[in-house]
């Protein structure tokens, strides 16, 4: 059944009042945090330039539920390279009355560190195979793109926060069209999704809030409104045009 604004597992978050010129309190989009932030009950994407604190963001939301910034589950402690803020640090979570039974950080960026963790951790063990969650083949024996929509698929349960970056990093367009029925079932199973992007593929799911993050702080806007979406209908409304432009010379 669908999360609703009485039923959502995080509803908001703020930035305690710091005062700081140093990254990242120095991001435009993180000073506005200042503000509270509502989260939609079921998906809130984040969007925006790169540089603009989108992956900053989330791994400060991550960090401030207690999961390992690098990607996974509380119970993932890897680190490949120390490179996270300490902005989980001042951040405040407000939480709905209901707790998620599944909690998951997905990190395009350290999903191979997370890959080789979970084979490390299931040499070392003797219970359940870790992998046997993730459809029971080696992530590392996969596709990029196919060890990606493995974890979406078998991973992810239902009834969960699933805190997803740059989730289309290795999909075809095709499997992004299925990501987005994936979105749709885990929404419908009572999950909750925040999920930063670049994909207007996966922005477009409906009833969905979508924050854009720019050099002036972050604001509400449609998917037609989203830089991501005006640049792809312009290049490929006039692409001849724009082609002409950008390689003449």
Do not use: W
């Amino acid at each position: 059944m669908r999360l609703s604004e009485e039923t959502q597992y995080v509803r908001s978050i703020c930035l305690e009042k710091r005062e700081s010129n140093e990254f990242p309190f120095s991001l435009p989009a993180v000073q506005s945090l200042q503000e509270r932030l509502s989260f939609h009950p079921n998906v809130t994407y984040i969007v925006g330039e790169n540089g603009m604190g989108k992956s900053t963001l989330l791994e400060g939301v991550a960090g401030a539920l207690g999961i390992n910034p690098e990607g996974g589950t509380k119970n993932f402690n890897f680190s490949s390279y120390d490179s996270h803020s300490n902005l989980h640090n001042f951040l405040k979570v407000t939480r709905g009355v209901h707790r998620p039974n599944d909690l998951f950080f997905f990190r395009a960026e350290t999903y191979y560190n997370l890959a080789t963790n979970i084979e490390e951790l299931d040499l070392e063990g003797f219970g359940p195979k870790i992998i046997d969650s993730y459809g029971g083949q080696s992530l590392h024996e996969q596709s990029h793109g196919e060890s990606f929509f493995a974890t979406f698929m078998y991973r992810f349960k239902g009834e969960g926060l699933y805190i997803l970056d740059e989730p289309e990093a290795a999909l075809s367009p095709i499997r992004q069209l299925s990501m987005l029925t994936r979105i749709h079932e885990l929404v419908l199973e009572g999950s909750q999704l925040i999920i930063s992007t670049h994909s207007p593929i996966l922005m477009s799911y409906p009833d969905a809030k979508i924050l854009q993050l720019t050099e002036k702080g972050m604001c509400d806007v449609a998917l037609e409104e989203t830089d991501h979406y005006v640049t792809m209908k312009q290049f490929f409304d006039d692409k001849d045009r724009l082609l002409h432009h950008l390689l003449k010379g």
